[in-house]
């Protein structure tokens, strides 16, 4: 079912033409942040996980379109690009339209236990930063994972500064 899924998919794009591709390119209206809600990690890591748990995926890839590192598995604030960036949609959430249209940023750490470094935190704010302006994404565009409409998670964690972020999320974009 999912690769009869994916087959229509990449079909219709091809149909759409270059119409779908203009689209494709600025279809981003939004970016996700999600944790790891692991201690430590990496993408082979996020990569193992996922296969693991999604053996039968049709794309082998991880859910997010960037990882950034806390130190433990990756550099404390490395920002590394996954193998969906950005020709792939993502699959970081249970909505569907998010998946297709937001930019998926995943903070290794579980920010249920423990609050975000400084350097991860700033790294993760510059990338949303860079992304939000490269591709015309609204201030009030940011989200995060747990507050999308059908989430049932409570990503990135509670002790995630989202107040914080989306304050200095919105003061960057105006600068």
């Known amino acids: 079912m ?8 990449l079909v219709g794009l091809g149909v759409a033409g270059a119409g ?4 494709w ?7 996700v942040i999600h944790h790891s809600a692991g201690a430590s990690g990496s993408i082979d890591l996020l ?12 794309i082998d890839m991880i859910p997010y379109h960037f ?3 806390n130190g433990r598995g990756m550099g404390m604030g490395e920002v590394a690009a996954t193998d969906r960036w950005p020709h792939v949609w993502g699959a970081h ?3 569907r339209r998010a998946n297709l249209t937001g930019i998926g940023i995943c903070l ?6 423990a609050p975000v470094a400084e350097a991860q935190y700033r790294a993760a704010l510059d990338l949303a930063v860079d992304l939000a302006r490269r591709y015309r ?13 059908g989430a049932q998670t409570l990503c990135p964690g509670r002790r995630f500064p989202r107040d914080r972020m989306r304050a200095d999320f919105a003061a960057a974009l105006r600068a």
């Open 67 to 69: 990882v950034v590192g």
């Open 108 to 113: 290794i750490g579980n920010f249920e236990t």
């Open 93 to 95: 959430t249970r909505n």
């Open 2 to 9: 999912r690769r009869r899924r994916l087959l229509f998919g």
């Open 47 to 58: 990569r193992r996980v996922h296969r693991q748990r999604q053996p039968g995926d049709p």
């Open 20 to 23: 779908g591709v203009l689209w």
């Open 137 to 149: 994404i609204a201030a009030d565009a940011l989200c995060f994972h747990g507050e999308l409409p």
């Open 25 to 31: 390119r600025a279809r981003f209206d939004r970016i």
